[in-house]
């Protein structure tokens, strides 16, 4: 190396050596630096969180519609009922959500599916399954998405059901 560099070099070294200090003390929590004169406030983030409300429950009997869920600001269309790969009954539906904020999966809570023969119960998906039940990550502001649920039932018991999730029920042939 030359001379040259090697004094570049070290005069960009001396730089951030000089520098680097300060824009630290910047960052700090509002303290002023008396060598700079500059005073900084750090301040926490004014985000919105997603608020559920009280709401009286909706039902429909009408599984082809749109329905909105007022409690979660929510829109959900009932798409299919379907045979799981590996037993069991996959329920399918569109969800948009109508809120300003992202909703969180654990606002939908836990889905209900009652039939002729009794509540069927939330089976847990495997590895063999391409899909997870309900929301794995949040749903963002405006967004809609596919939302799968698969219960220990057959088809032929969704003809005469109900399904409830959150303040919205499905009520007869969810087929």
Not at 6 to 19: D, E, G, M, P
Not at 146 to 171: M, P
């Amino acid at each position: 190396m030359t001379s040259e560099v090697l004094s570049n070099r070290v005069k960009v070294a001396a730089i951030c050596i000089v520098t680097v200090p300060f824009a630290l003390a910047a960052c700090s929590s509002g303290e002023t630096n008396s060598s700079s004169g500059l005073s900084t406030t750090l301040t926490p983030s004014t985000a919105k969180e997603f608020v559920a409300k009280e709401a009286n429950p909706v039902t429909t009997q009408d599984a082809s519609k749109e329905i909105e869920d007022p409690g979660l600001n929510v829109r959900w269309r009932l798409r299919s009922v379907s045979s799981g790969s590996n037993g069991g009954v996959v329920i399918l539906l569109n969800l948009k959500n109508l809120n300003d904020v992202p909703l969180p999966p654990s606002a939908l809570g836990q889905p209900t599916l009652k039939t002729k023969s009794g509540n069927a119960e939330l089976m847990n998906t495997n590895s063999d399954d391409s899909y997870v039940n309900g929301l794995d990550l949040p749903l963002g502001a405006g967004a809609t998405t596919s939302v799968r649920y698969k219960f220990n039932t057959t088809v032929s018991s969704t003809s005469d059901a109900e399904l409830t999730i959150a303040n919205v029920t499905w009520k007869g042939n969810l087929q």
